[in-house]
């Protein structure tokens, strides 16, 4: 069978390859998801009619003649992204889960979390801040008190198209005085490097306002930070 099937998603479409480890020129692709069978595909071959932000499984195997095929290749999955949001875009947590098109990570501590504060606030430093944008009373916080590093908060692309000048603003609350273990860095995806738009590290234990003109800082027409 066929090995070292690899795949690369976009929202609605998905390209796969392999490697072949025989002479066959034609290959049976199937999307153990939907059940969906595609005959006589190229490698490597496209599967479209996907779903964004949705899991899948597939496999390959090669045709070797008529009514001849080989076994199926083990079974790989996938997840295609969300289809960018269309700017001015505004997240502002009114309400739990986190938007399904963002994404966290960590490599120690974390993680950022939804509600009000949503963690056990440090009160040394006054009570817990309250919502500053008057909806729904949330926002998304992180507990920086212990061994945290890495501690990613993803927001969902934004296709900037349709503006002049691509800016990002949002607010930010920090206890304390300023201190290393608390910078927030906020980063841009170029298309193949995450790049410092600007390192935030305030603590004057009250909401600041923040703006970024993020020209260079896109690629193509999606901002990603």
């Not at 496209?46 to 079974?75: F, M, P």
């Amino acid at each position: 069978p066929p090995t070292a099937l690899n795949v690369s998603a976009s929202s609605t479409s998905a390209s796969l390859s392999w490697t072949e480890n025989g002479i066959a020129g034609d290959w049976q692709i199937e999307n153990l998801t939907t059940g969906v069978l595609y005959s006589q595909s190229p490698n490597p071959g496209t599967i479209s009619g996907l779903a964004a932000n949705t899991s899948y499984q597939v496999r390959v195997r090669s045709i070797c003649g008529v009514g001849d095929t080989s076994l199926w290749s083990a079974q790989t999955g996938f997840t295609t992204p969300c289809v960018p949001y269309t700017a001015p875009y505004t997240e502002s947590f009114n309400t739990a889960p986190i938007d399904a098109c963002a994404s966290q990570s960590a490599l120690l501590g974390g993680p950022w979390v939804l509600g009000a504060p949503g963690i056990g606030w440090n009160t040394a430093c006054g009570p817990a801040p309250a919502d500053h944008t008057n909806n729904g009373g949330f926002y998304i916080s992180n507990d920086m008190s212990g061994t945290d590093a890495g501690v990613v908060y993803q927001l969902p692309d934004v296709d900037v198209a349709g503006l002049t000048t691509p800016l990002l603003n949002f607010y930010h609350y920090m206890c304390g005085v300023p201190q290393s273990q608390n910078e927030l860095f906020v980063e841009a995806w170029d298309g193949s490097a995450w790049s410092l738009v600007s390192l935030v590290n305030t603590g004057t234990g009250a909401w600041e306002t923040y703006g970024f003109d993020l020209t260079g800082f896109t690629f193509g027409t999606i901002a990603r930070i």
